[in-house]
């Protein structure tokens, strides 16, 4: 369908149990594709096989502004590959890739998307083991961005002190971010005065975990 339709613009095969065996025809129809501009693949079964085909796929396409592969089960080379093929992706405004199982061999893949692609103002990486190592180097992509519109890394083990290290990217001039979502990620009393700051100076949400020795701790939002 993809591959013969010159018309269709959207398309979602969201929850329709696809695996790594489909793969290859869908990264096929991306790749000859030249209309299709949003394509939702979430709440399928795609692992490794699927996450490098479809990566590859990603990084030559040069159409395609939106991706959703959330809620697959891409990990090491099938998430790096994915991370890869989004980085270099000329076009994409939009990529959802939360709950998967990136983990920390792809923070510093992430940081690279952050750092790298012009173009993307949406991404979410939530929920997918991004450990508190990773977050220097995220937030140093960070502090360089200037597209970034909104980020959610939230539902992550990224510790207090990492909280900080993104707020802290986030806080020069040339930050255009408009939403920064570290959903149960706690905070300290540091980072609330920060994020008041901030949000002080721009219109902007910022959604944390809680902070550390106030009442109530998840939830809240400046």
């Known amino acids: 369908m993809l591959q013969i339709n010159t018309t269709l613009k959207k398309l979602s095969l969201a929850g329709n149990r696809l695996r790594d065996k489909d793969a290859d025809c869908l990264s096929q129809a991306i ?7 949003s394509l939702d693949l979430s709440r399928n079964e795609f692992s490794d096989i699927g ?4 990566g590859s796929a990603i990084g030559e396409n040069e159409i395609l502004e939106e991706i ?3 809620w697959n089960h891409f990990r090491r080379s099938g998430a790096l590959a994915i991370c890869e093929g989004i980085k270099v992706n000329a076009r994409l405004k939009k990529a959802d890739l939360s709950w998967n199982g990136l983990g920390a061999e792809c923070g510093k893949s992430v940081a690279e998307i952050i750092r ?5 103002t949406h991404l979410d990486v939530s929920n997918n083991r ?8 995220i937030a140093k992509a960070l502090d360089e961005n200037e ?4 980020l959610k890394i939230g539902y992550n083990p990224l510790s207090i002190q990492g909280a900080l290290l993104l707020l802290r990217a986030i806080k020069n001039d040339r930050s255009v971010l408009r939403s920064l979502d570290l959903s149960e990620v706690l905070v300290d009393k540091d980072f609330k005065v920060l994020a008041k700051r901030i949000s002080e100076k721009r ?9 550390v020795g106030d009442f109530p701790t998840n939830g809240d939002v400046v």
């Open 147 to 150: 597209n970034l519109v909104e």
């Open 116 to 120: 790298s692609n012009g173009t993307l």
């Open 203 to 211: 219109n902007i949400v910022i959604k944390h975990g809680g902070v």
């Open 51 to 54: 996450g490098v085909l479809l």
């Open 31 to 37: 790749l000859e594709n030249r209309q299709l501009q």
């Open 68 to 70: 959703n592969l959330s």
């Open 130 to 137: 991004i450990t508190a190592d990773s977050v220097a180097t």
